[in-house]
């Protein structure tokens, strides 16, 4: 697998490594409203945000670190892991960490440009995700961009 540098219109998507990590990154994790629906709670350090960085990189993830264009700024990921080659399927995360740039677009930008490469270029045939119901915002893009339900599970 190689993960390479990618654009859309007003976004740079590059591979996640060290130099991403950052106490923004951090306070992002931290941020209650921010990992409010991810499976992170916060308790984060630089120390761990280095280590799981650096073992994603290892294991050489698809993982992008969001960038805009016009600022280079940093503010959020995206990943496709896993990717099961057998059933030629890999399943989508996303975080837009920066509560500035929320309400923009930038998280639906991402999503297209990621998932048509994974379609068009690592020929996938299926994108899964999971998502909590009570994560309105999402769950609307994620229907306005096609996925559909598939299995519902109550935790």
Request: proline share 1%; charged share 30%.
């Amino acid at each position: 697998m190689k993960n390479i540098d990618l654009e859309s219109d007003r976004l740079i998507f590059r591979r996640l490594s060290r130099e991403h990590i950052s106490d923004d990154y951090v306070d992002w994790i931290n941020d209650t409203k921010v990992n409010m629906y991810l499976e992170t709670r916060g308790n984060y350090t630089i120390d761990l945000l280095k280590l799981y960085i650096e073992q994603q990189y290892k294991n050489e993830i698809y993982f992008w670190a969001i960038h805009l264009k016009d600022s280079n700024k940093h503010i959020g990921n995206i990943k496709i892991d896993p990717i099961d080659l057998k059933t030629s399927s890999g399943e989508y995360g996303i975080l837009m960490g920066d509560k500035k740039n929320w309400g923009k677009g930038y998280a639906k930008e991402s999503s297209i440009r990621i998932i048509n490469y994974c379609f068009n270029e690592l020929k996938l045939s299926k994108i899964t995700l999971g998502v909590v119901e009570d994560n309105l915002r999402a769950v609307f893009l994620y229907k306005k961009m096609g996925f559909t339900i598939d299995d519902v599970k109550n935790v």
